[in-house]
């Protein structure tokens, strides 16, 4: 690896952990991308699988930050993670076996459908005393299991931590506010991230030298980025619409030089 890549492996990590610790997804839809188009990772396959690792360790960092804040509902966030560990392995096991160039694309289509839904304006939830016990079960718990599979079957399929997915998912099933829903979807980031980060690396498909540079920048980056989400939190609404304008663009551009494997 060259002296150039190392330093864009480490920027490109810190874009990752700035996203993560800001508003609790979004580097991680872009860390492939980075991994393929900036660092010049050739094979998809490798890039997704060193991506979920860096991805699962860049999260449980930002992760520990939020708990101090007690910005983390860790019930409602394990039930999601846990079935959503399941959906990830199977997808996983489903990205493998399809052709790295489609899957890339359609990794593309993806980031475009995440886009358009983070311009959608979300609520935050009022009830900040939510809390997942035997007496809310009933009502709190077939929607996070629902959930937690779904997007942990996209996450492992395409290598991606999910925390545009999550962050809407937990607001949608518990009525949390937003700031509690971007520090409880980090649990699932992590869990989903190192479920396809194993699934992959058994297959030989993980640069772990990427990967340490990748994690490093990552580290650097949460930190600012929740020293930023702390200072804006509530103006998450421009910050969302401006990175919905990244993730637009990435995706445009990771779809135009695949779109021949799609044909």
């Known amino acids: ?15 990752v952990g700035l996203s993560l610790g800001l508003i609790g997804g979004g580097g991680s839809i872009l860390a492939v991308p980075l991994m393929v188009y900036v660092v010049g990772i050739s094979s998809p396959h490798v890039a997704i699988g060193t991506s979920a690792v860096a991805v699962a360790a860049s999260a449980l960092a930002n992760l520990f930050g939020h708990a101090r804040d007690r910005n983390v509902k860790w019930p409602c966030a394990s039930v999601f993670a846990l079935f959503g560990i399941g959906g990830a392995a199977l997808g996983a096991a489903l990205g493998k076996a399809m052709d790295g160039g489609r899957l890339l694309a359609l990794f593309g289509l993806v980031m475009l459908a995440v886009a358009s839904l983070m311009l959608r304006r979300r609520k935050g939830g009022g009830d900040i005393d939510v809390h997942l016990d035997a007496g809310s079960a009933r009502r709190l718990l077939p929607p996070l299991a629902a959930s937690g599979f ?10 991606i931590g999910g925390g545009f997915l999550i962050v809407p998912g937990l607001v949608s099933a518990t009525e949390m506010p937003l700031l509690n829903a971007i520090g409880s979807s980090l649990v699932s980031v992590a869990a989903f991230g190192a479920t396809t980060a194993v699934s992959y690396a058994l297959s030989g498909l993980v640069d772990w030298t990427l990967a340490g540079l990748f994690i490093a920048g990552g580290v650097l980056g949460g930190v600012a980025g929740r020293r930023v989400a702390a200072s804006l939190a509530t103006n998450q609404r421009t910050l969302a619409l401006v990175f919905s304008g990244v993730v637009a663009l990435v995706g445009l551009y990771v779809v135009a030089k695949g779109i021949t494997s799609l044909i």
């Not at 330093?7 to 490109?12: G, H």
């Open 1 to 15: 690896m060259s002296a150039a890549q190392i330093v864009l492996a480490i920027l490109s990590g810190g874009a």
């Open 150 to 159: 779904g997007v942990g079957a996209l996450s492992g399929f395409f290598g």
